[in-house]
């Protein structure tokens, strides 16, 4: 069965830092990736997803399918940045339901 | 557009009544997914349904849990005899088609004393 680790529950930068979001998967075939995030007291909703290639709010995420990885990073943390994010796999043809891993927050101090 | 609509938004039950949560997909889409956020853990799918179809129910505990998405009116998660390892937060979200991105509603806490 497919599986998404986030391997870090808080990360903390300061201002104007580089981040780095980890992901890692686990899952044979070829799956869709996505960062989801959740500002506070806001929905989760899509940040973006490895097949567009976006760079969304500043941020991106290469796919590397050799360490089964999709961190998401962004070079120049800003403070409306804080919020928990989520990664997440669907697999083709399987009814795009997601999988979630545990998500890491993300605080950005002044 | 409203967006994804759940009622309600938290919820209470004693141990052995039953839950249920409602989800208004947004306008236009036919697909709906729940999903259900432990404390401390991510979320987790749990059934996946177009309008009066069960597509994929992988995720539904086998006892106690049911879903339907009637050709009229809201999806309904409803939850039987609920027990504490009940309480979370369960979150629908709604698409056009299975390839599009999905969109979530607020979620609905459930707390079970």
């Known amino acids: 069965a497919q599986r998404v680790t986030q391997p870090e529950k808080l990360l903390s930068v300061f201002k104007g830092a580089p981040v780095e979001l980890k992901c890692n998967y686990s899952?044979?075939?070829?799956?869709?990736l996505f960062w989801y995030v959740q500002y506070s007291r806001q929905r989760l909703q899509l940040l973006l997803r490895?097949?567009s290639r976006e760079s969304i709010k500043g941020f991106t995420a290469d796919l590397n399918k050799g360490e089964t990885s999709f961190h998401l990073k962004k070079p120049f943390a800003q403070e409306e940045d804080s919020a928990m994010y989520y990664c997440?796999?669907?697999?083709?043809?399987?009814?795009?339901?997601?999988?979630f891993g545990g998500g890491t927050r993300l605080m950005v101090k002044p | 557009n409203a967006g994804v609509m759940q009622n309600p938004r938290h919820l209470v039950r004693r141990r052995g009544q039953e839950a249920r949560l409602r989800c208004s997909p947004m306008k236009g889409h036919s697909h709906v997914y729940w999903y259900r956020q432990l404390p401390e853990e991510g979320l987790k799918f749990m059934v996946y349904?177009?309008?009066?179809?069960?597509?994929?129910e992988s995720g539904m505990p086998k006892e106690r849990f049911s879903a339907e998405f009637p050709k009229e009116g809201p999806s309904i998660l409803r939850i039987q005899q609920v027990v504490r390892g009940d309480s979370a937060a369960y979150f629908c979200?709604?698409?056009?088609?299975?390839?599009?991105?999905?969109?979530f509603g607020p979620g609905t806490r459930l707390t079970v004393t």
């Open positions: 899952y044979s075939g070829s799956p869709e």
């Open positions: 490895h097949i």
């Open positions: 979200a709604s698409s056009q088609d299975r390839k599009y991105e999905q969109y």
């Open positions: 997440a796999l669907s697999i083709n043809n399987a009814g795009n339901m997601l999988t």
């Open positions: 349904l177009q309008k009066e179809n069960i597509i994929d």
